[in-house]
């Protein structure tokens, strides 16, 4: 009786094992295509981007990237504006969104009042859901207004006659251009940088915190050498989703950049990046090779995308190794 008791504990071990074997082959497969599929998918994009561009890279060539001239009636085009624009107004937005959003992170973890902390951290979060095109309406008819009758004049007066700051805010006040779609760039980005970065303070061990406040470290001197060491990793993601995000963005930036094709050492200018190009002229291309240079454009925004991913994940992987090291 009992030999058949072990030979059928035996069994359903058995079935249990193949079961369980059986389950872990599909999960592997099915995270296995999934993540194939995502390689075809980006594969495909890049491939049907070259394929379509091919008409205005063949013609054009390297002076593509450094033309500025725009002209779908002579059918001469060059990127050189909106690839300025692009990498201009994202810098000036992560400039901007970095320091603060790390500071509401702090606030957050250390500084605010225990029941303020969810409410605030809620209010930040939601501030990402909100559409882009929300941003642009507001940016055009509230804040441009703003800038162009209380901060251009005053900056413009201000730096008057200075060196290099006297060009960089110069010209007439429109209200739009780089800097305006800059600061509005920077306040959709925020939340993303705040959220993930109050995100990986939480995952601070206490011990480590108070073990420096009772050697008498300071709040700043606890972030400084402890939180953000710790952290920075998952900071620098935040970071890079934030550029991600500044990069690719269209329709805010269309609203208040002054979509004009030209290059302007002036913050103040109206100018275009290659979203913003291609929302506003795709639907009117005519022609084979005014829809070749707006497809060239979009196949430059996946190849600088993806670059400036590809160095943050080289810099995430330098310092993850000198951290084992």
């Not at 058995?14 to 592997?28: G, I, M, S, Y």
């Not at 810098?91 to 973890?109: C, D, E, N, Q, S």
């Not at 995000?245 to 109206?270: C, D, K, Q, W, Y």
Request: hydrophobic share 55%.
């Amino acid at each position: 009786m009992a030999a058949v008791t072990d030979q059928q504990m035996a069994s359903r071990r058995e079935k249990v094992v193949r079961r369980f074997a059986l389950t872990d082959a599909v999960f592997h497969a099915v995270s296995r295509a999934s993540a194939v599929l995502v390689l075809v998918l980006l594969g495909g994009v890049a491939v049907s981007l070259f394929v379509g561009s091919w008409d205005a890279l063949s013609k054009f060539g390297f002076s593509f990237l450094v033309t500025e001239s725009w002209n779908p009636v002579k059918e001469n085009f060059g990127a050189a504006a909106p690839i300025y624009g692009t990498i201009v107004t994202s810098a000036i937005a992560i400039l901007i969104a970095v320091p603060i959003g790390i500071g509401i992170a702090i606030f957050l973890t250390e500084l605010c009042p225990r029941p303020l902390r969810r409410p605030i951290g809620i209010a930040i979060e939601l501030l990402a859901g909100i559409p882009s095109i929300i941003y642009g309406i507001w940016g055009l008819f509230v804040f441009a207004p703003f800038i162009q009758t209380k901060v251009q004049p005053f900056v413009i007066d201000f730096f008057h006659g200075v060196p290099i700051l006297s060009s960089l805010f110069a010209g007439p006040p429109y209200g739009i251009g780089l800097l305006t779609s800059s600061l509005i760039l920077a306040i959709m980005v925020l939340p993303f940088i705040s959220s993930i970065t109050k995100d990986v303070f939480d995952t601070v061990p206490s011990v480590l915190k108070e073990s420096a406040y009772g050697i008498g470290c300071t709040t700043w001197e606890v972030m400084k050498n402890v939180v953000v060491p710790y952290t920075r990793v998952g900071i620098m993601g935040g970071v890079m989703l934030g550029l991600g995000r500044a990069l690719g963005e269209t329709m805010a930036v269309t609203f208040v950049i002054g979509n004009a094709h030209r290059i302007s050492a002036s913050l103040f200018a109206p100018s275009t990046t290659i979203s913003a190009t291609i929302a506003n002229e795709f639907t009117e291309a005519d022609g084979e090779m005014y829809t070749s240079s707006l497809i060239a454009l979009g196949l430059i925004l996946f190849i600088i995308t993806f670059i400036i991913l590809a160095i943050a994940r080289y810099m995430l992987m330098r310092i993850e190794s000198k951290k084992g090291a």
